[in-house]
């Protein structure tokens, strides 16, 4: 973070500055508190920061933003101190004038943000969200990473309820934005998938009314927005032949996939993806557009999409001993699982064909409805066997064994590995999916504990 006076961030929060100091660094944990700090009491469920505001003093903190005062205490006074933070870091931003994406969408912004990222360093100084802070908390945060070395910048925007993009976009300003598509994750706060449309276009509040929408022209919620809309809306596609970017002539092999990239029905360029699966095709076209928007050149779109890595849990395929693992287990929706189970069958393996899928959290009155329907797609992912771990994933096990599929469920997870376990042959492939709630992760350590530690012996 660079300089900002303390009148400055008094201002932006409608209050009064107890004394002159510039501040280097807004800190919310005591424990990180360098010359120049300020520290800002956020408040939770479990925890008050205003508990700590006098630790954050003694600790070297010129002031701290609290809701009340606090005696001993330099305090900028705030009748919310989450709302306070997000007005910082957008005084913080308006400093500069980068280009900057802005991704939010119900599944693959991680993976969106992570490409664009990608593409954008290709041709400037990048600065982009880290893991997944994605929220109220953690998106002010980086925006105050940003420095005036920064030519571009990438931010996820993450919600639950409505609200939540207005005001992530309000502080970001986004100069492109992106919705990767309309899917039902967390349909249970937002009742319905045109309920969720709504809160992902409030990512239109925050820009300037001729700044363009990248979004996916698949999704049959998104694909109007270009008629609808009166900003530019640029749209992408695997099966909307209207699409203004397309892929063409896609090669599957068992690690990469190689396309053509067409722009208005031009070969732009020829990507390899060192990555399987159709939707990661699809989120490199939400990347190329967003570069091309960016005066990223086609060709170095094309060579940066090509060091593209994984995040986190996200479809790693990772090898243990004699088993091919592919682990997904960062979140679950029916797009994402059907993404998944797309990719097993896909994949090419000598052995047999493994899916253990768990619970899909956060889908309210429609979870059994659509934990059935993933229970519909297993069968045409050619697996072999299919263990289901959870409460709800019963209702994917029982559509599953309807159809003729060989179906093991249990709502323990230490049954769940032994039965893998029992079951495994060399050479098999298995995919993990699951919300993350449901630490299927854990079970993947568990499993292969015994060839991971031989591994380790032999290295």
Not at 316 to 323: K, L
Not at 427 to 455: P, T, V, W, Y
Request: with cysteine; proline share 3%; charged share 25%.
């Amino acid at each position: 973070m660079e300089k900002l006076c303390l009148t400055e961030i008094a201002e932006a929060v409608g209050s009064s500055a107890p004394l002159e100091a510039e501040i280097t660094m807004i800190s919310t944990d005591t424990r990180n508190m360098p010359e120049g700090c300020l520290f800002l009491a956020l408040k939770g469920k479990h925890f008050d920061g205003h508990s700590f505001a006098k630790r954050a003093v003694e600790n070297g903190a010129a002031a701290v933003v609290v809701e009340y005062e606090i005696e001993g205490c330099p305090c900028i006074v705030v009748p919310d101190t989450g709302r306070a933070l997000l007005q910082i870091a957008a005084c913080y931003r308006k400093k500069f004038s980068p280009v900057l994406v802005g991704v939010t969408g119900s599944v693959g912004k991680t993976t969106t943000k992570e490409m664009i990222a990608v593409v954008l360093s290709a041709a400037y100084e990048t600065l982009k969200t880290q893991g997944n802070l994605n929220n109220e908390i953690g998106l002010p945060k980086t925006l105050m990473e940003l420095g005036s070395q920064h030519e571009a910048a990438v931010i996820e925007m993450g919600m639950s309820d409505f609200g939540e993009i207005h005001r992530l976009s309000c502080t970001t300003q986004p100069t492109i934005g992106v919705i990767t598509n309309i899917g039902y994750s967390h349909i249970e706060h937002l009742k319905s998938q045109e309920g969720i449309l709504q809160a992902k276009l409030e990512i239109l509040d925050g820009m300037a009314e001729d700044a363009p929408l990248v979004v996916n022209g698949d999704d049959v919620r998104l694909a109007p927005l270009k008629e609808q809309l009166t900003r530019p809306v640029i749209t992408y596609g695997l099966e909307n032949d209207k699409a203004d970017v397309q892929a063409a002539d896609i090669q599957a092999e068992e690690s990469s996939t190689s396309f053509t990239v067409l722009d208005k029905g031009q070969k732009a360029c020829r990507v390899t993806l060192p990555c399987v699966g159709m939707h990661n095709v699809l989120d490199a076209l939400a990347a190329y557009c967003a570069g091309r928007l960016a005066g990223v050149e086609p060709e170095k779109i094309a060579k940066a999409l090509g060091t593209y890595k994984t995040v986190g849990f996200r479809q790693n395929i990772e090898q243990h001993g004699p088993y091919t693992v592919i682990a997904d287990c960062y979140n679950a929706s029916p797009d994402s699982m059907k993404a998944a189970l797309h990719v097993l069958r896909e994949m090419k393996s000598s052995g047999r064909k493994i899916a253990v899928l768990g619970d899909m959290l956060e889908l309210g009155d429609l979870s059994r409805k659509l934990h059935e329907i993933v229970g519909d797609m297993t069968l045409m992912s050619d697996a072999d066997q299919i263990f289901c771990y959870g409460d709800q994933s019963r209702f994917i096990a029982g559509k599953a064994s309807e159809g003729g599929a060989s179906v093991f469920h249990t709502e323990d997870a230490t049954e769940l590995c032994c039965a893998i376990r029992a079951y495994l042959r060399p050479g098999d492939l298995l995919l993990f999916k699951a919300s993350r709630g449901m630490h299927l992760e854990e079970c993947i350590k568990e499993i292969f504990r015994q060839e991971d530690e031989q591994n380790a012996v032999l290295d």
